[in-house]
């Protein structure tokens, strides 16, 4: 057999050990759950379409959380681990050796969870870094338990300042791009999504920079925008809505998720997402894996009533 012949096989076959489900394709779909996780529920979804996992990494035993991510990625999906840059919550691992200093006012509607002082080199450290205080960097914890990238909440605390948006911006933005420097830098293939914090780029020096080091966003609440709580009436953002086509410009996956209920709520809305292509989620707002899956395959929009 020629050399030229024999490389061909190889390639051949390695493709052949590569394809199918073992190797991870453009999510189709996505699941977001940080309360109350159940391996078998979750695991139950693993024969379905692409998907993109976003998980709260630190609500299972580690060796458990190890075990569904390696299936998971087996099974051709996506997992991020959920990772909030802009809050603590006293429950975290590293709450206990926080310097207090550093936390601010509480939030409201998440008891326990505080916001902080995002730009302290030692709050930056955490996620950074390994240190005698906090150990390994809450990255390299989340690579080790499978976790293929992060997404990152609280990014849009830059605004709690209105007076200092623009530096807010700036030193929010620099903090995400080192953190995809750091994934990176322990694993090549690290993927970083951002939630919500649409408009961050239009306050930055060098924009294109923050695009190019994430992968995607998420967003929540962009089309039933409303004081409830939960299942707000039909009420897009526009400005927020406008933001898609930017991102889309720039090469970057939306998922969008909205709080809401029903079928015919929720059919609507899947809808207006396969128009704007953008992939969508219903879920309840505790995240408790309440979660009304998309059909890529499914025409919402030409079923009755939806596009008038």
Known sequence: MSTLRAKCLILFLTLILMGGKNSNATPVRWYYQLQMLQVDALKSLIKGPPTLFVLEPFELHEGVFQQLASELKKGGHTLLCYMSIGETGTYRYYYKALNKKIVKNENVLWKGSYRVDYADPVWQSIFLSKTPEFGASYVERMIKLGCQGAYLDLVDAFWD???????????????????????????????????????????????HSFFESIDGIGVESAFHVGPKWFDNAYAPDKEVVREFKIYQTHGKSIFSIEYIQGPAKIDAYFCQAQLLGVVPLAADRELTGKNSLYDSKTAFCKKEGLTK
């Open 161 to 207: 300042d209105p007076k200092a948006v623009k530096k807010n911006a700036q030193i929010m933005a620099d903090f995400v791009m080192k953190i995809k420097k750091h994934g990176v830098s322990l694993l090549p293939s690290f993927l970083l999504f951002t939630q919500n914090a649409t408009t961050i780029y239009q306050f930055l020096s060098f924009p």
